[in-house]
């Protein structure tokens, strides 16, 4: 007798956080990564500018608890490491997630001194556990 689980990999249950997630892509809220991360029980704010997204951050960095970028809206993986870089100089020890095509292989760095590197397009699976390890330890503030 053979038995099969099926996993679900579209959906998954929810982070339960609320967190408050700054999505960078030309797809817009209702677009695959906004989804995903509405499904796992996040809010999302939306700019279809990465620019406009740092700069948002910048001038507040408690705007949002993470930034996810959707590097094939901007022009690839070097793209969003770019702007990781500048980021990091002024928002220190922001969770930023990267999402590509070009992503060989997933990256869950143990610290915030590297992003979250995630193969695009993204699973519900695949945000829940960047999330997971973004927030490890951490009590998240309200930006509201």
Not at 35 to 42: A, Q
Request: aromatic residues 8%; contains cysteine; charged residues 20%.
């Amino acid at each position: 007798m053979q038995l099969f689980k099926k996993i679900e990999f579209e959906n998954s249950s929810q982070v339960g956080w609320g967190i408050e997630a700054m999505v960078a892509s030309h797809e817009g809220a209702n677009g695959n990564t906004g989804k995903r991360i509405s499904s796992l029980g996040g809010r999302v704010t939306c700019h279809d500018q990465l620019y406009d997204a740092l700069s948002a951050l910048m001038d507040d960095p408690r705007a949002a608890h993470v930034l996810v970028v959707d590097c094939d809206s901007f022009g690839g993986l070097s793209v969003g490491r770019r702007a990781f870089a500048m980021l990091s100089e002024d928002v220190e020890r922001f969770p930023v997630i990267l999402i590509s095509k070009e992503c060989g292989e997933q990256t869950f760095p143990f610290s915030r001194e590297a992003p979250i590197v995630l193969r695009g397009p993204v699973s519900s699976l695949a945000l829940r556990v960047a999330f997971e390890k973004s927030f490890r330890g951490q009590v998240l503030h309200s930006c509201s």
